[in-house]
């Protein structure tokens, strides 16, 4: 990611950010999913976004499985919406909380089913509309998409600071990810990949 950001706008920021992301994993996906998850990440860069439910004056973020319940029971329309809700909470929870998943009962496997689930069911039900291929292409890559968002948090973390690349090396340390590896290489805590093989 370049040390110095030049963008206009937050989308401008995640375009740039996905683009490098996706070319450096070499994820091929079409534009305009790749314009999708720029959308994605936009939006959910407010935190009300995510947390949708207020429960004794906390905001909370609604379960998958009530998302799920409800979206079974409704009508079309609403049922595209709820399942598109489902799909977006399940891939930005998935990659860019990838780590603190490790550590609860519902782990990262359980967004990524969700998530690939709501994703080939609105595939299904907008069959007739252009984001049919979309949402069939965040269902086929979703693993991928995951990836290319704990990367784009891992380096946005290790950019805060001393604190942000400590929680990235202990990420790595758990899990000898080579793509956390290449984060801390590039932000200068680790050596470069030559000098660690020696």
């Not at 706008?9 to 720029?38: A, C, P, W």
């Not at 590896?181 to 990949?193: T, Y």
Request: aromatic share 10%.
């Amino acid at each position: 990611m370049s040390q110095l950001v030049l963008a206009g706008s937050l989308k401008d920021f995640f375009r740039m950010v996905v683009g490098e992301v996706v070319k450096r994993q070499k994820v091929s996906i079409e534009e305009v999913t790749e314009f999708y998850v720029v959308n994605l990440l936009s939006d959910y860069a407010q935190a009300e976004k995510l947390f949708s439910q207020e429960i004794e004056g906390k905001r909370e973020a609604e379960p998958l499985a009530m998302l799920y319940h409800r979206a079974l029971q409704q009508e079309r329309d609403e049922k595209i919406r709820t399942l598109r809700r489902l799909g977006d909470v399940s891939l930005y929870t998935a990659g860019y909380f990838n780590g603190s998943l490790r550590d609860r009962a519902v782990g990262s496997d359980y967004y990524v089913q969700m998530g690939r689930n709501a994703y080939s069911a609105l595939a299904d039900l907008s069959s007739s509309s252009s984001f049919s291929g979309v949402y069939q292409e965040l269902c086929l890559k979703f693993g991928s998409l995951v990836e290319v968002l704990e990367e784009i948090s891992a380096r946005g973390m290790a950019a805060t600071g001393p604190q942000g690349q400590l929680q990235v090396f202990e990420a790595w340390s758990r899990t000898g990810s080579d793509r956390l590896q290449q984060v801390l290489i590039d932000s200068g805590v680790l050596p470069a990949k030559k000098l660690l093989a020696n």
